[in-house]
């Protein structure tokens, strides 16, 4: 079992539709949850971080986390062929030295 | 505020021939990681740096890598001798060390190895 997965996808969707993506984590010790986005050839850049169990929302961007269920999701309303790129989830357990754990992305493609 | 350096952009080398990485953290970040970005993976971690210590070098390929932070600032990666699966993108990033704190990125450096 991999210790943060994600859809490979593609995922695609129309633009202005509501993109969902979605990330499992296997250590329950888990205390911080990143979403980076990664156009091809740049580097990850951090678009959004989470803590605590719920939602947290910045702008169209609203991250979900269900540490019960390990589990945590990105939601972009509103969907841009700007955002079309690869989204990386991202775990850290800070009692494990801080090293963030990444998944292997999803390719997120909007359509015009 | 400047972002992470890194230099050079590209790289391509033979195998069995050696190749050095700088990177330079945004400034007051006291925790540095260089990361291996395999095309189609994520990120994965090499060596984390607390100001000048290692904190985790647990996926470091020692016979071949070897990384070093003098005076708690800038940091270079190096590979001797590289093998065709070296071919990746090499990633720093810095974070202000708090132990929430999220990671920033570099540009990246693309090694190529023939």
């Known amino acids: 079992q991999k210790e943060v997965e994600q859809n490979s996808g593609p995922l695609s969707v129309p633009e202005g539709a509501i993109a969902s993506l979605n990330c499992t984590y296997s250590?329950?010790?888990?205390?911080?949850f990143f979403w980076y986005r990664q156009y091809s050839g740049k580097s990850p850049e951090l678009i959004m971080f989470i803590y605590s169990n719920g939602d947290k929302e910045d702008g169209r961007f609203t991250a979900q986390l269900n540490k019960a269920s390990q589990y945590v999701s990105l939601l972009i309303r509103d969907s841009q062929p700007s955002d079309s790129a690869t989204y990386l989830c991202?775990?850290?357990?800070?009692?494990?030295?801080?090293?963030?754990?990444f998944g292997q992305g999803t390719e997120l493609s909007v359509k015009p | 505020e400047a972002g992470v350096a890194q230099s050079p952009r590209y790289k391509i080398i033979e195998k069995r021939q050696s190749v050095a990485f700088w990177c330079n953290p945004i400034s007051g970040h006291a925790t540095l990681y260089w990361y291996q970005q395999i095309l189609g993976q994520g990120p994965k971690l090499l060596i984390q740096?607390?100001?000048?210590?290692?904190?985790?070098d647990s996926q470091l390929p020692k016979d071949r890598f070897s990384a070093e932070r003098l005076k708690g600032v800038d940091s270079t990666l190096k590979i001797q001798p590289a093998k065709l699966e070296d071919s990746a993108v090499y990633l720093c990033?810095?974070?202000?060390?708090?132990?929430?704190?999220?990671?920033?990125f570099g540009p990246g450096t693309r090694l190529t190895v023939t």
């Open positions: 991202a775990v850290k357990n800070y009692n494990q030295g801080g090293k963030l754990i």
């Open positions: 740096f607390q100001n000048n210590g290692v904190v985790d």
């Open positions: 250590d329950r010790g888990s205390q911080s």
């Open positions: 990033a810095s974070s202000p060390g708090t132990r929430m704190g999220e990671q920033y």
